[in-house]
């Protein structure tokens, strides 16, 4: 996700965007320890998304 789209979300669907892509990055490091991922690339990318969207939720809450 771009930070644009970030920025359009409420908090709960934040909550929810954080908690999917935490997921997915379980599921893709698990699938990587496993066999290798024809794309790796998709984990670092997913865990910026992870933080993008955490700092986000972070900064909104301090407001």
Do not use: W
Request: glycine share 2%; proline share 2%; aromatic share 4%.
């Amino acid at each position: 996700m771009k930070q644009s789209e970030i920025n359009k979300l409420t908090i709960t669907e934040l909550q929810d965007k954080l908690g999917e892509f935490k997921k997915s990055y379980a599921d893709l490091k698990m699938a990587h320890a496993i066999s290798s991922l024809e794309k790796p690339i998709q984990l670092r990318n997913v865990r910026r998304t992870i933080a993008r969207l955490a700092c986000e939720l972070t900064k909104r809450e301090l407001q």
